[in-house]
């Protein structure tokens, strides 16, 4: 039955003009990288109104960057896997977006281009007077806590997006551009968190075919053609294997 899934959306992959992927931490879950909810989650440890909200930052920017300087140190022992790989496979076909809400870099680092980086990057900083454009800095551990701006001495903040904060104008434009596609892959995310969970919905009004791939069941669940119930490190290079 599960074979026959893989087979249904390798077809539909084949047949396809137009693309859209949307990754969820669960993509990274086998390269160790801890998801946000579920069983070792984060949000399970850590509040999330204590760390990932700007009201958190203007409270405690040193508790705030501590975490974030431990999470990047964990990420940066990580390295992409075979879900990850899969999809640096599709760099370049014409019609293909992906779309992430991960902010560890890993589809970047397996060769992914171009990539709507739904939720920011970790891996980049930026002043909070807005003094300068954001930066990279890939340096673990951070020599200094709270980041400061090196242009103007303000506290620099991690580039992610927070609850309560927009999605950048640029990439939302680039998201919904997307949205008009035959297939819609929603992969490792429990499409809980707005306006990314909202993506899906808004790819089936366009008249897209919407898949999933995730071992446990989903906020998405009502709006799919079909759910593949499996990893996505093993249900994707299957599925791309098939599809050709
Ligand atoms: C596997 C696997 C394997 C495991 N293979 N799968 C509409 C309705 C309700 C609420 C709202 C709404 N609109 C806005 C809101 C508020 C809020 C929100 O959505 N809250 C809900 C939680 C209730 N949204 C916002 O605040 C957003 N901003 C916004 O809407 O702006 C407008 C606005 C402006 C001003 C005021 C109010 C609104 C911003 C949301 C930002 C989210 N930020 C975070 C942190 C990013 C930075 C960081 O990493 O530190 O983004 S939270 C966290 O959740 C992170 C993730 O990108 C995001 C999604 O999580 P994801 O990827 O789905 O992970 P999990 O852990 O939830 O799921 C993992 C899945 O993987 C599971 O399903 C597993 O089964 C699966 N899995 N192993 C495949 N091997």
Redesign the pocket.
């Known amino acids: 039955m599960l074979t026959s899934h893989f087979e249904q959306l390798a077809d539909r992959l084949r047949k396809a003009q137009r693309i859209t992927v949307l990754t969820?931490?669960?993509?990274s879950?086998?390269s160790g990288v801890p998801?946000?909810?579920?069983d070792g989650?984060l949000w399970k440890n850590y509040k999330?109104e204590d760390l990932?909200t700007p009201e958190a930052f203007n409270r405690d920017p040193r508790l705030v960057w501590e975490w974030?300087d431990w999470?990047r140190r964990l990420i940066s022992t990580c390295k992409p896997n075979a879900?990850h790989v899969t999809l640096a496979g599709l760099n370049g076909r014409p019609g293909f977006t992906l779309i992430t809400?991960?902010?560890d870099g890993l589809h970047e680092r397996a060769g992914s281009q171009d990539i709507v980086r739904f939720?920011?990057s970790?891996w980049q900083l930026r002043c909070v007077d807005g003094c300068c454009e954001p930066w990279d800095d890939l340096t673990v551990p951070l020599p200094e806590l709270p980041v400061k701006c090196p242009r103007c001495g303000a506290l620099a903040r991690?580039g992610?997006?927070?609850?309560?904060?927009?999605?950048d104008e640029g990439v939302l434009r680039r998201a919904t551009a997307s949205l008009e596609c035959d297939v819609f892959l929603s992969?490792?995310?429990?499409?809980?968190?707005?306006?990314?969970?909202g993506l899906v919905h808004a790819a089936k009004q366009h008249g897209a075919w919407a898949v999933e791939?995730?071992?446990?069941s989903?906020g998405a669940a009502a709006e799919l053609d079909l759910v593949i119930a499996a990893?996505?490190?093993e249900a994707l290079p299957k599925v791309m294997g098939m599809s050709g």
């Open positions: 969820g931490a669960g993509v879950a086998a998801t946000f909810r579920g989650g999330a990932a974030y999470r879900a809400q991960n902010v939720h920011g970790i991690p992610v997006v927070w609850f309560g904060e927009s999605i992969v490792g995310t429990s499409s809980l968190v707005y306006p990314a969970a791939i995730n071992p446990a989903t990893p996505a490190e």
